[in-house]
């Protein structure tokens, strides 16, 4: 009933830039916190970055200065800049969004299906 899409991954040099979508759709009533996180292979699993209903964010401490996180409300889109990339960027983004759905009460959290990024010295 609730779709997250992503786009924007792919292969970028040490120092370069992305910027990645996240858009949400299907039955949905409204959009609480919207978020980003990523796993490297043999790694746990990290927040990068989370936002608000009001646009508050919130940062991980290993993107803190490089990366930015935003929302459009009317679009039902949340945005991951991200700027001054290492390799160590490297791994599979998740966006995540905490949603009412038209026909239940409550919040649920749904996850997007992930996009590689992959950043090369």
């Known amino acids: 009933q609730v779709q997250l899409v992503e786009s924007g991954g792919g292969l970028v040099q040490a120092g370069g830039s992305l910027r990645l979508s996240c858009a949400a759709s299907?039955?949905?009533?409204?959009?609480?916190?919207m978020g980003w996180s990523r796993q490297a292979p043999g790694k746990e699993r990290e927040l990068v970055a989370a936002?608000?209903?009001?646009?508050?964010?919130t940062y991980g401490d290993s993107v803190k200065g490089r990366f930015t996180i935003s929302r459009d409300n009317a679009k039902k889109t949340v945005y991951l800049q991200m700027n001054s990339l290492k390799p160590e960027d490297t791994g599979v983004y998740y966006c995540?969004?905490?949603?009412?759905?038209?026909?239940?009460?409550?919040?649920?959290?749904?996850w997007g299906q992930g996009t590689q990024v992959t950043v090369s010295s």
């Open positions: 299907g039955s949905i009533f409204s959009i609480n916190a």
């Open positions: 995540n969004a905490d949603i009412v759905s038209i026909s239940l009460l409550g919040s649920k959290r749904w």
């Open positions: 936002i608000t209903s009001g646009s508050n964010p």
